[in-house]
């Protein structure tokens, strides 16, 4: 089983600073990496995933980049929206998916 | 657009089985899909627990496996979880989702809680 871990577990960023997120897989995952938004009281969302392709609706501020074990998630520009939990996932070695812990952007 | 909805007892008991049912609106449970249920312990990340084709076939959690059953009913457009031997730390919320063929999941239920308590 491929163990994501993601840091940090909380991040601190006024609105208007750019966001950087962390993923890391014990084994190399191809680039077969999704990211999540979750929001307090909802469901996840799908943000990016296959070759680092945004979801439907995502605006451009989110990218995703990485190889091997190594990923981010960058949001440019932090809008008031953007404060949530994001969560990476893993489809490489798959079943069985897994997730990462999350990390909190909360305004700083 | 897809849209999933999950329905069931939010309280079950300790040793008890937790049935869920996930209604699929607005596409096909027999397209390529699989379809998936995670889970969300209170305060906590996320759990994958297992999935389902329009098939029958299955994948599960190893650390679930011996206790989960996915099903599908495809004359109802729907998929059902069923856990037992519940015990407090299953309590969660519980979210089906829509799994793409390429391993991301797409499109999610509102979710469920399900407390386990006497």
């Known amino acids: 089983e491929v163990v994501m871990t993601q840091s940090p577990a909380t991040l601190s960023v006024s609105p208007g600073e750019r966001a950087t997120l962390s993923c890391r897989a014990s084994?190399?995952?191809?680039?077969?990496l999704a990211w999540y938004q979750q929001k307090p009281g909802q469901a996840p969302r799908l943000l990016i995933y296959g070759d680092f392709t945004r979801a439907a609706g995502v605006p451009d501020r989110f990218s995703g980049s990485g190889s091997g074990t190594e990923f981010t998630l960058t949001i440019s520009s932090l809008q008031s929206e953007d404060f949530a939990v994001y969560y990476c996932?893993?489809?490489?070695?798959?079943?069985?998916?897994?997730f990462g812990g999350g990390t909190k952007v909360e305004i700083k | 657009q897809v849209q999933l909805q999950e329905s069931g007892p939010g309280l079950v008991k300790p040793s008890g089985t937790l049935s869920l049912t996930c209604v699929v609106s607005g596409g096909s449970i027999s397209s390529s899909n699989w379809w998936s249920w995670v889970r969300q312990p209170p305060g906590k990340g996320l759990e994958w627990i297992g999935e389902?084709?329009?098939?029958?076939?299955?994948h599960y959690s190893p650390s679930l496996k011996s206790r989960v059953t996915i099903s599908v009913d495809k004359s109802k457009n729907q998929f059902s979880l069923n856990l037992n031997s519940l015990t407090a730390a299953d309590t969660a919320v519980y979210y089906c989702?829509?799994?793409?063929?390429?391993?991301?999941?797409?499109?999610w239920g509102q979710g469920i809680l399900v407390t386990v308590s006497s």
């Open positions: 084994q190399s995952i191809n680039g077969n």
């Open positions: 389902i084709f329009h098939s029958g076939g299955t």
């Open positions: 996932q893993q489809y490489n070695n798959w079943p069985p998916l897994t």
């Open positions: 989702a829509s799994l793409d063929f390429g391993g991301w999941l797409d499109y």
